[in-house]
């Protein structure tokens, strides 16, 4: 089956492929084959258990997403949807009724509910990665900052972040800050408070979600993995320094 | 030899089928593999250490059991118990005594002392696999909520967990309440409070057992797996929160 | 070789085996390959980090050692001591200048420092294995319990441990009674103080040590081996319980 | 290639070979194998995420060295940087401008910014391989214990460390003292205090950097990897101590 049958970004009614083409690849470091990879070392630390969590990749002008509702560490290549970069009509992919796709799994699975807020992190940062986590270390530190900002300095950690997720790192004598927004009952509806809080934090490389986790991303996905490890460190961290009383 | 001659379900002196073929199967998802896989799982993340713990899942007409008292990360698809369903004279599968097997290990071992826990989630809920853990945050959630409920609400993973275990899942404006009933010496002792609570609390997906663990259970095995993920973080992130006074 | 020419247990000056005829097996149950799979997990778990802690195993009139002072994740079959069993003179293999072997490493390597510990386990309470763990929840619970015992009741997992951890296992009705020895400053020198307890406590499933660790024992390598996970559980339990102000 | 012909340590300008000969062997103790091999664990025990950490091994005259920036728990060998030692002029590798190299990775790869640091302990410790963790333990040891010093005694598992990181172990009797230097923006410029706490601390094993981590040294890879443990335990164990008000 030729892939690029399946372009036709106009309408969802057109025949999507869901052949394995787009999905099968002997590199490792293939989307399709790293989601799943990433997805199951997210679950084995506490960032993606009970189906939560996960990883969408952007590779030029496709986008790489895991399904909703499995077990993260279950996921093979073929459960993974691609869609193509960008869609601007309308903007953010919002809402799941009009998204465009280039492949879907043969099996009836339906596409991450954080993808609208994956793409998000496309849009806005020009973002090549973006990593959601349920970790109990990200919920903790929106419980113990209560207001909309994480705010948190002198360690050597903060180092690993980048300005804006994407630009160069910040420096040991820079201050961190994360916005907090307020959860929602639906996970799509969070998009409009992610976007807002992205564009009035131009500068922060992530955004917490009171009582739910973290939304990270970066220039690649080695880069937004590695700020991710970073920033929750420095959740945990700081968790940990104001139970202690040092912070 | 014929595994069907051992189906005499009419009195335990029946020859019961002592060979393999009822738990070999060369499919990873046969209950007799995943049972060995998932108990190892579950051993490595503290939820089936010092032989604790364990699932047991129901495919249609048979029901597949671990042995009790033995190492959970070691078992082969050769130790597991095959019992029929339904049993209903007497209901539950109430005593050792009344159980009628398809297969026994040929070596000797008892079937899991949480037979009749089990039995419930398969008879009241209709589940299709059950899980017991002894989960250290199950058991502080028994111990820093004192009365029969834990109650937790506003908190994403809540959204994981299904109505009474097997229907729609929870939304993120439902609270979650988990019956706690209190632990008694025999573990087959605990079925007609466990019972009791399931039918007390019919939207709820798990029963917790004090200063024990808990059981929960679901419409599938991947089901009650995710769903004991959400509700294990939930203990453990509403013990944290306790301990914090941020609950 | 043959290896019994080697078994003269008169002399230290005896010409000891140092082939790997006694600790060559296909069978990964066989003690010398048992012991460097159980100290690998150990070590992941934190019991056994830094060199310390590990596990005897004694098979009929054969006992088997790690070295002292290795990495224990690392161990291979070829590092593994053998001595005959009993040593009735002087008692308890007692110092390491008396000790008889069946077999040495070909490599520079001492017996574990333990040795003499695990030995009071094979000989005071006919056990067939003997672990000792470094895990700081041992170490916590002999800071939170500042006499002479660790105490708890009332706990699922108590279940798992058996009476004078050789005999029947303990009901939920049952304390859990572990006595509290002081720490010396040569591992050697614990001999006499546990020894000493065992005999005061014929009941007590382990010894504690503190600031230090436990020694755990059991009839056989599996029984020691759940005795010893059942134990480091309710030491954690009980160190979270004291801390939460619930015990 | 012959890899001799890059020997030339006068000038950086000198080529340099990158071929792979100085970091290709099918042993897997040779540094080349170990540097991953180890940074991979370092990097599941949390001591080296978000790119942080890393171990060095000096092998006679030659010292191997991860990249920096990267994620530590996917390095190759080729990815290695192999530097001649000693370098006497400047001191200690002191700046990154006039390092000699044997051997660059052939992608463009920057070797760890804790080079200087690495160095300082070949130098003035005639250590074998120094490890470098960030560990929230260590920078919760640094936090609460807020001068000068971390102190700690009568704990089993000093006995794992040893006098100046090089020399005899310790004693049970004998008190640890870590000294703890403060963080400055650039890695590179910790060597100075570094440097001079080693100076005053002889007889100490390793440096604490507040809001950091810590760098520890041994004789041998596998005696700094067993130090490291034992003292990640007990800035753990210390840490969990104060917070329990038992130390």
Redesign the interface.
């Known amino acids: 089956m030729n892939s690029t049958e399946s372009r036709d970004k106009k309408s969802n009614t057109t025949i999507v492929d869901t052949s394995d083409d787009l999905v099968t690849s002997p590199d490792p470091t293939h989307p399709a084959n790293l989601i799943p990879e990433l997805c199951r070392h997210f679950w084995t630390i ?1 960032w993606a ?4 969590g996960g990883i969408s990749i952007r590779d030029d002008d496709k986008v790489y997403i895991a399904p909703s509702g ?2 993260k560490e279950r996921i093979k290549p073929e459960h993974i949807f691609v869609l193509p970069y960008p869609q601007s009509e309308p903007p953010l992919a919002s809402t799941a009724d009009t998204r465009t796709f280039l492949r879907k799994p043969s099996i009836p699975l339906k596409e991450s509910a954080c993808t609208p807020l994956f793409w998000a992190a496309f849009d806005l940062r020009d973002a090549k990665a973006c990593i959601h986590t ?1 970790s ?1 270390h990200a ?2 530190a929106t ?2 900052w209560p207001g909309n900002e994480f705010r948190i300095e ?4 903060i180092k ?1 972040v980048r300005w804006g997720g994407v630009e160069g790192t910040m ?3 820079d201050e961190l800050v994360v916005p907090i927004i307020e ?4 996970e799509e509806d969070l998009r409009h408070t992610l976007v807002e809080a992205m564009k009035a934090y131009p500068k922060a490389a992530a955004v917490l ?1 009171r ?3 973290v939304y990270v991303w970066g220039p690649s996905w ?1 880069s937004a ?3 991710a ?2 920033l ?2 420095l959740f ?2 700081g ?3 104001k ?2 009383n ?1 912070l």
Chains 1, 2, 3, 4 share one sequence.
Do not use: S
């Open positions: 506490g258990t009970g189906t939560g499995v077990q349920h109990q919920v903790m419980l113990l002198k360690l050597e950690m690993g420096t040991y004598e959860n929602t009952p639906l979600v009582r739910h986790g080695e993995k590695t700020q490890e970073c929750d460190y945990e961290l968790v940990k320094m139970l202690a040092v």
